[in-house]
């Protein structure tokens, strides 16, 4: 069954402006991790921010954790062109090492 | 470093033909493996994952299968390509007890 899911599912916005993308999920946690993907390419992995933890920060990266409403936010400042891609939350399935990933977020920066 | 290994990057194959897809991990012992594929604009799916040599786990019954003959090698196979195996198909590897995982560049699947 799904455990993320991103919102909204695409953003545009222009260079120097703040993106901030929403993740939901469904079940309890042992932490929440961002990725982002370029078009065509692999994920890569941005942050990860534990059960315990509210906030994290970086670099332009700031995401919060929310786990009494089962949500997460990344924000990105200061967005560049550079940072069109995808992003996806994933969740620990708190078994074997398996991550669930949600749908994901368009970004698109214009400069 | 670490780095993975993917190939081919693209590939284009008749409904019917067999598949396989290789995955090999640098720099590391004994991670966890991970196969996954990505539906165009949608999230991704777990296929398989391997903790160790020989061991894998399948999360959904299909038309496909995996197989870790080496510590660091993952191969994802099929003996018929059906049309909905068409995607893009991701191998990612873990350090065991780890959370972040690190994904390969990936393999563009046509089925026609």
């Known amino acids: 069954s799904q455990q993320g899911e991103e919102d909204p599912q695409a953003l545009s916005i222009q260079e120097g402006e703040n993106a901030t993308m929403n993740c939901s999920y469904k079940?309890?946690?042992?932490?929440l991790q961002w990725y982002r993907q370029n078009s065509g390419r692999g994920l890569v992995h941005l942050i990860l921010?534990?059960?315990?933890?509210r906030e994290k920060h970086s670099g332009r990266l700031r995401v919060t954790l929310d786990t009494s409403k089962k949500s997460s936010s990344l924000l990105i400042t200061a967005s560049r062109a550079a940072d069109t891609a995808s992003y996806f939350c994933?969740?620990?399935?708190?078994?074997?090492?398996?991550?669930?990933f949600g749908q994901g977020t368009e970004l698109s920066v214009k400069p | 470093s670490q780095t993975i290994h993917q190939w081919p990057a693209t590939l284009v194959q008749p409904v019917g033909s067999p598949l396989s897809l290789e995955c090999t991990v640098e720099?590391?012992?004994?991670?966890?493996l991970y196969w996954y594929r990505q539906a165009a604009g949608r999230g991704l799916q777990l296929l398989f994952y391997?903790?160790?040599?020989?061991?894998i786990s399948s999360e959904v019954p299909q038309n496909l299968s995996a197989s870790r003959p080496q510590d660091r090698q993952f191969i994802l196979s099929s003996k018929k390509l059906l049309l909905s195996d068409s995607g893009f198909y991701l191998c990612a590897w873990m350090e065991a007890g780890a959370y972040e995982q690190y994904f390969g560049p990936g393999t563009r699947l046509t089925v026609t």
């Open positions: 079940t309890s946690i042992n932490n």
């Open positions: 921010i534990r059960s315990n933890e």
């Open positions: 391997s903790v160790g040599i020989g061991q």
């Open positions: 720099g590391t012992s004994n991670p966890n």
């Open positions: 994933a969740t620990d399935a708190r078994q074997g090492g398996k991550l669930i």
